[in-house]
């Protein structure tokens, strides 16, 4: 495995129902990322996680929860979603979260569908 | 807040063209910047990055250049190939740190056969 992988690729979830994404990047970065792509939007930053530590909490709803348990692995738990959360959810990694060893590489993005 | 404009939204050129993507930000203080394409339901895959200290990136029949006076970045492509066909997004960062990157929309290329 190379890269940023990304699972699943597909959800649709209930309103009521809870889900995780999961991510997981092979290139030993220091730094993920959770971003979400919504139609005719520009990527918008949800977290940033730096050697397992939260170093951003872009105004996000609680009701999406990361979790970093090491800097290879990033979650994104979902619960009580809305319809409006429905977007593609697309988890970056760079060797730093600074200065110019921050060149993004992106997974190919979990596609969420909320009922 | 930094916005990014990419103009054209969508382009569609014969193959063989050569075509200039241009991606423009409301804060001029761009610290680096990065090309990415995305072809659709996919994720995005980084084409060129230009660092703090550079105005010019090139690979293969990309060249992407960066005028920090004017906040202004143009993407490149030579001899377009129906392969290049994807959605084209900028990236740009006002400092050092990644919370801040900035993304625009994107232009949507069409090249024809």
């Known amino acids: 495995e190379t890269g940023v992988t990304q699972t699943p690729r597909h959800l649709v979830m209930g309103m009521t129902n809870k889900k995780s994404l999961k991510c997981e990047q092979h290139l030993g970065h220091n730094a993920m990322y959770w971003y979400k792509q919504s139609a005719k939007k520009p990527l918008e930053l949800m977290f940033v996680y730096s050697l397992e530590e939260r170093v951003e909490n872009n105004s996000v709803p609680s009701r999406f929860s990361p979790e970093c348990p090491n800097s290879s692995h990033l979650f994104l738990h979902l619960h009580t979603l809305q319809p409006e959360d429905s977007a593609l959810y697309l988890c970056a990694s760079s060797q730093d979260w600074r200065g110019d060893t921050g060149e993004l590489f992106f997974g190919e993005g979990s596609r969420l569908t909320v009922l | 807040k930094q916005e990014v404009t990419q103009i054209p939204a969508a382009l569609s050129v014969p193959e063989g063209e050569n075509l200039v993507l241009n991606c423009s930000f409301t804060d001029s203080a761009i610290y680096n910047l990065q090309w990415f394409r995305q072809d659709p339901g996919k994720g995005l895959t980084s084409l060129l990055l230009?660092?703090?200290?550079?105005r010019e990136q090139t690979s293969g029949r990309l060249n992407a250049s960066l005028d920090k006076s004017s906040g202004r970045s143009t993407l490149y492509i030579a001899a377009s190939q129906p392969g290049d066909s994807a959605t084209y997004l900028c990236a740009g960062s006002n400092s050092g740190g990644y919370q801040k990157v900035t993304f625009g929309i994107g232009t949507k290329l069409q090249v024809i056969p």
């Open positions: 230009i660092q703090s200290s550079q």
